[in-house]
Structure formats: structure tokens, C-alpha cells
């Protein structure tokens, strides 16, 4: 091999630097830890099951948000059968009250670019009681 | 071929990197109009298109003046064109990467000008606008790509070039037809709405567009051995100078039909234009010079003694370009809105972020013409 | 059977863009509308309105409902419904010996959701559409390019664009309706959002005098075909054929 210290130097360099992401997180123990999003809310459950809101709720939002303004239908039938209006401030912030607290502390572990739902949708008034 | 554009002499590199520099500076403007929102520029509720299109509309019409060298040469054997048409299509590379530049820095959420494309409206004409300058940018880079690399390996190119330079021919005045369409299917604005804009986009595009030809074929005789000839310089010359009258004829159409009609809706725009509506005066200065510049040029081209005097003809090429500029990139637009839908005047100067960010993108246009010029130059010298 | 691997992948290829497309064209966004659709209009009644000199019920209640931003610079205002001088808002009726009272009162302009419109033709994302259930021409705000191109095609000045962000210039934020992004176009939307829960449009609900009259043009037996019927009315430009459906009663 011609230049092998600087090719075998080279590809050390390389590697470290590809696997930068994996020991600055241990070493600085950044990525180990569980998110905790806060749920601050009286109610029992959710619209629908844990499981299915990690699995789905981005398809839901997307498809409520065309729903809405696109196809004129405002009302979700749950899969238990029980109806609530099609609106991330009027529904879910209802109970996940505050974005930072709740959506943003998943998000930012898993590395998922932040929505942007909040450049437009508000987060319900803290101060003001809620229901309508 | 790109390794042409890698090695050059010192003022070579010297613009490329002046350009970069330009470029840079764009950037960091946009980055300011990234996060401050389109309010950075000088465009208003009343006056929403502004620099930005007006540069998009004039430079369609740069992109699609290669046609005036390519129909010659392949449709009609004019053997003179043989070494321009690529000259002719490079160009209109630049120029509609230009074009698309411009209505990219336009857009308020440049994140989902995706949408476009996944969401297909055939009844927009933007949508047809986006579709015709793609292919026609495809085109011109195949055909020029194929047939430069074709003379430097000294063999024809081959067969099926042939039918893509037919196509490019019809697209090429197809792209400034719909162009024109943007402005002339709306109702609404009285300054556009008339059958007229396509034979006077293509009008001024077919004389701005080869004025700016020969100017660059004699930057490039200049800079390397490649000269194209004294008669093809003149025929480019001779498509200018029909091309300028037919162009100043129309707008005299123009004036005549909203004078003689009275219709004060639309005498408002050429007033506003030419001597200021309600004090409102703006673009008065620059119509003027405008209109001097091009019968200047008129002049000095329809005269076979001036037009063959170098200087003369390098000056009447700028004065052409100049002219139309100012009519297409600076009047035409903004007019449009002068008066708003509800006779108000809001007039619009740009802003200096606004230039800055114009000036980045007329920067890349230039670097990808410097660029593709630079790979012809290399390889018509190296066979030389 | 002499197809080789090159072969087929160009095929595949090619299969793969053309059925995208197919689909892409196919299906549908809005829901297919199984009602009898409805065609909903409003009337002006400026006798009723012309008298109150400074009112602003309907605008604020329009604006605060929609948290419409207000920004002092007038080029980068933002209104969905206001006041026109007659002259500025029926160019073709003006004339030099108009009465005093339409001279000096001006006329409450909106959008007038046309059946023909001309920002739905030119939007290139059908980010605004014409709803074929009820007529209202809406706005997509998050398919929105922010191009303009509506705001060019509009003859009657309705819209307007976000070209900063809003929420610094909104006094007391509805929570319950998003605020827009800066980048988007944006316009009356005939309170769809209300309509929904039966509710009537604000600037109706807010009006005093009850001069704004709206309801459904199929309805031979609304209030607007009565008022329609029973009045002169005009509207904003008709030579350019763009069928709007809001009337006004001089």
C-alpha cells in the first residue's frame, strides 16, 4: 500500500469521527435517560390506548388536519365509539396541557424533528379553566 | 468535462471567486429573510409581487432567446450559428436556473415548495410554468451536454440528440408563452390583461436575449481564440434590431388601444408609468430612460454602417438590454398593481436585503455560466 | 426470453412513476358531499349601516374571533373585513353627482366567496379551494407556499399576506382559533369554523343593526333569497364574471 500511514491514520480519524454520536452520549450520559412527559390533566384516558397514539398519532393529526379543513368532517369517532371534536388545541392540549412539557420531551429524545404545529396552533391559555 | 472548470488562469479564478463572494453575501441576506419573513423586502398588501418575479420574468425571456440560434442553425442550415447554438443553450441553463432561483427566494414557506409537485393544479398556470421551464432546463442541458462532448471527441452527436433540438424549438417559445399566460388570464389587473403579453414577451426576449449573446461571444473572442465570425455577429445583430422594432411597435399598440378608448382603468397604469399618477412617480425616471435607450439602439442598429462598427454595436446591445430590462424587470410587475384592485396607489421600491439577495442569485447564474462557458473555451482551444 | 436485468429495471422504473402519478390524480382530498350542497351568500344592507358613523362591531368581532394581527404599517396589514370608501369599492358605479350619503359612507367590504373564483384557478398547490358543499372559498393554511399568486388573481383586494409573524401584534389571542405562520395568505373564511357548530359568521352575530344577512341561496325560503328578492342590490364587479355572493343594498 503506498502512504500506509497516512491511509491507516486517515481511517482512524474516520471512524472516529463516525462514531462520535455514540461515545460523546455515553460519556456524557446525554441519551440515558427516560422522557418523562407530564400528562397535568383530571381525565382518565385518552382518546384511544397508549400504544396506538405512539404508533399513530402523527398519521391522526395529519389526516385530522386535512379532515378539518379540507374534507369539512370536525367529529372523531374513537375506536370505543365515543366522539370528540377533531382540534390539537380544543381536544388533545385539553389534557397534555403544555407542549414543552409533553410533546417536545419525546420528541427530543427520539431525535424527531420538532413539529411544527406550533408556529400557528396555540397551546391552551394555563390560566383560564378549560371547558367548553 | 467538468475537470475544464477546475483548471484556468489566475483571472479565472479570480471571477469565480468574486462570484462566490457575491453569492455568500446573498446567502447571508436570505438567512436574514429566512427568519424575519418576506416583511424585509419593499412588497406591500397592495404591490405582493415585486424584484424577485419581475427578474424571474425578464430572465425566462433571456432562456428562452437560445431558440434564435438553434432555429437557424438546425432547421435552416445556417451554417454561421454551427459554433454559438451551444453558447446559446448554456445560457439558457443559467438563466433558468436564474428563473427558478428567483420565485424559490420569493416564496413565504420555501419548506413546502414541495407541494407543488405533490399536489398538482393543471388549472394554475404556475403549474405549467414549473413543468415547461423543467423540461426546457433538461433539454438545453442534454443537448448542449451531448453535443459538447460530441466536438471534442470529434464525431457527430448521436441520432436522437436530433429530435430533442427539434422539441426544443416550440418549447423554447412555449416557456415565455406561458410566462406571459401568468399575467394575461387575470381579470383583475387591467395593466396585464391583454392578448398582447405573449407577442411582447417574446418580442423583448428575442431582442434582450441575443443582445446579451453577442455581447458574451465577444467576451469570449476576447478571453481565447474562439472567434465566431464577423456574420454570425451580424445576423444576431440584424434578429436584435428586428426584434427591438417589433417590440417597441407593440407597446405603441398597447398605448394606442387604452388612450383612444379613454378607459380610465387602464390609461392609470401608463400614466403611472410614464408621467406619475396622483404624484406618484417612481418608475417614471427609469420608463424614460428606457424608452431613450432603445431608440437609441433602434438607430444604431437599423443602419448597416453602425451596426458594423464593433463599439457602436457593443453599445447598442447594452442600451437594448438595459432598455428591456428596466421595461420587463423593473416596469411591467409592478405596474400591475398601480393602482390596488381598490384604486389605491402603494408604490414599491426594493429594499436594500431585497437587492442583496437578487444580486446572490444573479451571482449563481453568472457561476454556472462562467462555469459552462469556461468548458467550451477549453475544449474549442484545446482542438485548435 | 431475452430481457435483461437493465431492461427491466427501466421498466420498473418507469411503472413506478407512471402509477404514482395515476394515483396521485385519483384520489381525492376533499370528502364527496352527500347533502344537496348549499350556496351561502350574504347581504349588505348599507341603509341599516350607513347611519352608525363609527361603528367597528363587525371588523373587531371578525378580527378578535380569527386573532387577526393589527399592524400599524399599511403595507403589511393584515384585514379580513373593513371599510371602502363607495368609490374605491364600486369603481363602476361612481360617478361625479353620487348622492352625499353614498359619497361620504363607506361600504363594508369582504371577501365575496365567488362561484367563479379566480385565486382558486391560479393557486398552484390548491391550497385555496372552493368547497363544493357550501360554497365558501377556503384557505389550506398549511398547504399554503405563501406565492401570492391569489392575492394577484383577487379583483376585489381581499387578501392579505403574512409577511411577518403575527403573533406579536395580537392583543388578546383566541385560543381556540390557530394564529397563521408568516409566509401564508390569508382572508374571511366565512367563519367556517362556526358554521360548523351552527353557529352564525361574527361579524353577523356582532352587528347591531343587523344590517349583514346570510344563509343559503338554495334555500328559497332563507332570509337572503327573501331580502334578495325583495331589493335592489348590486354587486362588486360583475363585468369580470366571477360570480361573487356577497350583494349590497344601497
Known amino acids: 500500500m503506498y502512504d500506509a500511514p497516512k491511509v491507516i491514520t486517515g481511517i482512524i480519524i474516520f471512524l472516529l469521527l463516525i462514531t462520535s454520536p455514540i461515545w460523546y452520549d455515553i460519556s456524557t450520559g446525554k441519551a440515558s435517560y427516560v422522557p418523562d412527559p407530564k400528562i397535568k390533566t383530571t381525565a382518565k384516558k385518552c382518546i384511544e390506548s397508549t400504544a396506538f397514539m405512539r404508533a399513530n398519532h402523527m398519521e391522526l393529526l395529519n389526516k385530522w388536519r386535512d379532515d378539518v379543513v379540507r374534507g369539512a368532517s370536525r367529529t372523531y369517532k374513537a375506536q370505543d365509539g365515543k366522539e370528540y371534536e377533531k382540534s390539537l388545541t380544543n381536544t388533545c392540549m385539553n389534557c397534555h396541557l403544555s407542549k414543552s412539557e409533553f410533546c417536545v420531551k419525546c420528541h427530543d429524545y427520539a431525535g424527531v424533528k420538532q413539529p411544527k404545529c406550533w408556529n400557528c396552533h396555540n397551546e391552551p391559555n394555563l390560566d383560564s379553566t378549560l371547558k367548553d | 468535462m467538468i475537470e475544464y472548470a477546475l483548471r484556468g488562469t489566475k483571472k479565472y479564478w479570480t471571477l469565480i471567486f468574486t462570484l462566490l463572494a457575491v453569492i455568500v453575501i446573498g446567502f447571508v441576506a436570505y438567512l436574514y429573510q429566512l427568519r424575519e419573513g418576506l416583511s424585509i423586502t419593499g412588497m406591500s398588501r397592495d404591490v405582493s409581487w415585486g424584484l424577485y418575479i419581475a427578474q424571474f420574468t425578464f430572465l425566462v425571456g433571456v432562456a428562452a432567446s437560445a431558440v434564435m440560434v438553434v432555429l437557424p442553425y438546425y432547421l435552416h442550415n445556417y451554417k454561421e450559428f454551427g459554433k454559438l447554438t451551444i453558447l446559446g443553450e448554456f445560457l439558457a441553463v443559467s438563466s433558468v436556473v436564474m428563473c427558478g432561483l428567483f420565485i424559490f427566494v420569493d416564496i413565504g414557506q420555501p419548506s413546502r415548495v414541495l407541494n407543488i409537485i405533490l399536489y398538482p393544479s393543471p388549472s394554475s398556470v404556475f403549474f405549467w410554468d414549473f413543468a415547461s421551464l423543467g423540461g426546457y432546463l433538461l433539454l438545453n442541458i442534454i443537448i448542449g451536454w451531448k ?234 482551444e484545446q482542438k485548435a | 426470453m431475452g430481457m435483461d436485468r437493465r431492461f427491466f429495471l427501466k421498466i420498473a422504473g418507469w411503472s413506478g412513476l407512471g402509477l404514482n402519478g395515476i394515483v396521485k390524480a385519483v384520489t381525492n382530498d376533499e370528502n364527496i358531499a352527500t347533502e344537496v350542497p348549499k350556496r351561502l351568500a350574504m347581504v349588505i344592507d348599507m341603509r341599516k349601516c350607513r347611519e352608525q358613523k363609527d361603528c367597528k362591531d363587525c371588523m373587531l368581532a371578525c378580527h378578535r374571533v380569527h386573532n387577526v394581527p393589527e399592524i400599524k404599517n399599511t403595507k403589511h396589514e393584515i384585514k379580513w373585513i373593513w371599510k371602502e370608501p363607495f368609490e374605491n369599492a364600486f369603481p363602476s358605479q361612481n360617478h361625479e353627482y353620487i348622492s352625499n350619503q353614498e359619497k361620504s359612507t363607506p361600504s363594508i367590504i369582504l371577501c365575496n366567496h365567488c362561484d367563479n373564483p379566480p385565486c382558486v384557478s391560479v393557486c398552484p398547490t390548491q391550497a385555496t379551494f372552493r368547497r363544493d358543499k357550501d360554497g365558501i372559498v377556503m384557505m389550506d393554511f398549511h398547504r399554503c407556499i405563501g406565492c401570492r399568486y391569489c392575492m394577484v388573481a383577487c379583483p376585489y383586494g381581499s387578501r392579505s399576506f403574512n409577511w411577518e409573524e403575527a403573533k406579536p401584534y395580537i392583543k388578546e389571542i383566541n385560543f381556540k382559533f390557530p394564529v397563521r405562520t408568516k409566509g401564508v395568505v390569508e382572508k374571511c373564511n366565512f367563519c367556517a369554523e362556526r358554521i360548523a357548530k351552527n353557529q352564525i359568521p361574527a361579524c353577523v352575530e356582532a352587528c347591531k343593526e343587523k344590517a349583514i344577512i346570510f344563509g343559503d341561496l338554495m334555500d328559497p325560503d332563507s332570509e337572503v333569497r327573501k331580502v334578495l328578492s325583495a331589493n335592489d342590490t348590486i354587486r362588486r364587479k360583475p363585468h369580470l364574471h366571477t360570480l361573487p355572493n356577497v350583494y349590497y343594498i344601497m
Request: charged share 15%; hydrophobic share 55%; net charge positive.
Open chain 2, 147 to 380: 453535443t459538447l462532448d460530441s466536438e471534442r471527441k470529434d464525431i457527430a452527436p448521436p441520432k436522437w440528440i436530433k429530435p430533442l433540438i427539434y422539441i426544443s424549438i416550440p418549447w423554447a417559445i412555449s416557456i415565455h408563452t406561458v410566462t406571459a399566460f401568468i399575467y394575461s388570464g387575470l381579470g383583475a389587473r387591467s395593466f396585464w390583461f391583454t392578448a398582447i403579453m405573449a407577442p411582447r414577451f417574446l418580442a423583448s426576449a428575442f431582442a434582450a436575449g441575443p443582445a446579451l449573446l453577442i455581447l458574451l461571444t465577444l467576451i469570449v473572442r476576447k478571453v481565447s481564440n474562439f472567434d465566431p465570425g464577423k456574420a454570425a455577429i451580424q445576423t444576431l445583430a440584424k434578429i436584435v434590431t428586428y426584434a427591438i422594432i417589433i417590440n417597441v411597435f407593440f407597446v405603441l399598440l398597447e398605448i394606442f388601444t387604452v388612450f383612444y378608448s379613454g378607459i380610465e382603468e387602464h390609461i392609470q397604469h401608463f400614466k403611472y408609468l410614464f408621467v406619475g399618477l396622483h404624484g406618484k412617480s417612481n418608475l417614471v425616471p427609469f420608463m424614460w430612460v428606457s424608452v431613450v435607450l432603445a431608440i437609441t439602439a433602434i438607430i444604431l442598429l437599423i443602419n448597416p454602417r453602425t451596426r458594423k462598427r464593433e463599439n457602436l454595436l457593443i453599445f447598442a446591445c447594452i442600451a437594448v438590454f438595459v432598455s428591456i430590462w428596466i421595461e420587463k424587470g423593473l416596469g411591467m410587475v409592478v405596474t400591475g398593481f398601480i393602482p390596488s384592485p381598490l384604486d389605491e396607489i402603494t408604490q414599491y421600491m426594493p429594499t436594500f436585503p431585497e437587492i442583496l439577495i437578487t444580486i446572490g442569485v444573479y451571482g449563481i447564474g453568472l457561476l454556472v455560466l462562467s462555469i459552462l462557458y469556461k468548458i467550451v473555451i477549453s475544449i474549442r
